[in-house]
């Protein structure tokens, strides 16, 4: 599959089932992992087989079953970027796990306590379930281009390529909160402030520029 077609069939998954990562995806995935550590300055921790994150009341309130595995991802506490950078380099990492055959779901607060080390100086910015879902997840209603570009008339096809693919990323709580602009063939895109709105703007801009082949300024 290419990027495109993993970004069209991976969806948000809650439900798990008990079958273990095989030892070569786990492989993979931290070979991955550290190379996103160390181009991103964050720290991507894989966790498995540890299922008490995802085991409180509040995570089986929100939905989430069976969920053993996840991704943490730790951050320096003065890193004024490691929101974007989180969803920019975690959105990698979704989408090798989609390339697996396995699921995710960004997960901001519904969940438990994670087994990650965080130490002095560091956050926990997010977490991503991850593991063989129950089901693959539906599809979740998108806006129009219109609705996130200054300009939607005469635009060259990597663009709309880029915006089709930043439009299936996922966002918090599906909001879609974020902008795009063209002018004089450079793209620049923005997120208003706001939880989770930075991650969200980080996973978008890796959408767009892993589809459209065009770096975001």
């Known amino acids: ?31 991955l992992a550290a190379r996103c550590n160390e181009e991103s300055g ?7 087989d540890e299922p008490k994150c995802f085991g409180t009341l509040f995570a089986k309130v929100c939905r989430f079953r069976d969920c053993e595995n996840y991704i943490a991802i730790v951050a320096k506490s003065n890193d004024p970027d490691a929101d974007e950078k989180s969803g920019y380099y975690g959105e990698k990492l979704v989408l090798k796990a989609q390339e697996l055959g396995l699921n995710t779901c960004w ?22 379930a991850l593991g063989y879902g129950a089901d693959q997840g539906v599809p979740r209603k998108s806006k129009d281009i ?25 966002t918090a709580v599906n909001q879609q909160k974020f902008f795009f602009s063209l002018k004089d063939g450079v793209v620049t895109a923005s997120a208003p402030k706001g939880p989770n709105t930075m991650i969200d703007l980080g996973i978008v801009k890796y959408h767009f520029e892993a589809v459209s082949n065009h770096k975001i300024k």
């Open 1 to 31: 599959m290419d990027t495109m077609e993993l970004i069209r069939a991976r969806h948000s998954v809650r439900k798990y089932t008990t079958k273990k990562i095989e030892q070569e995806k786990r492989t993979a995935l931290t070979e």
């Open 107 to 128: 997960v901001a607060a519904t969940r438990g306590k994670t087994t990650a080390k965080i130490g002095d100086g560091e956050r926990l910015v997010i977490v991503i």
């Open 146 to 170: 219109s609705a996130v570009s200054d300009v939607t008339e005469d635009l060259p096809d990597w663009y709309v390529r880029g915006i089709e693919a930043a439009l299936l990323a996922p």
């Open 42 to 48: 964050l720290d991507f921790q894989l966790i498995f």
